[in-house]
């Protein structure tokens, strides 16, 4: 399994981003894509997933709901978190990750695989 994330980029408050995973060497149906992120001197943070199978996403973190959406394209077994009125305290390096054989869990160390991860950076 590889996970390949990418859409990162320097952008100004109020900007959007879509961050897409690319995903490739699945051989079940049945797994979830989470997306996370790691800013600067603090801890990872799970940002929001979807089930790949039944196409129910979650959102973790308070204050991306209303802003970002999480989506996938089966057939580009592609990812995408789509990021809207970004702010300052959204900047962080975005990771995707697979959990094979289950439901979204909040708890990364249940996360098998993880992409290279993306940088987005927001600030005027």
């Known amino acids: 399994v590889q996970l390949q994330a990418s859409g990162g980029g320097l952008v100004q408050p109020g900007d959007s981003l879509r961050l897409s995973c690319a995903t490739s060497?699945?051989?079940?149906?049945?797994?979830?894509i989470g997306w996370f992120r790691q800013a600067p001197g603090k801890e990872r943070e799970g940002v929001s997933c979807?089930?790949?199978?039944?196409?129910?996403?979650?959102y973790w973190a308070d204050s991306v709901k209303g802003r970002f959406t999480i989506s996938r394209d089966n057939a580009k077994n592609t990812v995408y978190l789509q990021m809207n009125s970004l702010r300052p305290d959204d900047t962080a390096v975005y990771y995707c990750?697979?959990?094979?054989?289950?439901?979204?869990?909040?708890?990364?160390?249940?996360?098998?695989?993880w992409g290279q991860g993306t940088l987005v950076t927001v600030s005027s």
């Open positions: 990750s697979a959990i094979v054989y289950s439901d979204c869990r909040r708890n990364s160390d249940e996360y098998e695989y």
């Open positions: 060497g699945f051989t079940m149906d049945y797994y979830a």
């Open positions: 979807i089930n790949i199978f039944s196409g129910r996403s979650t």
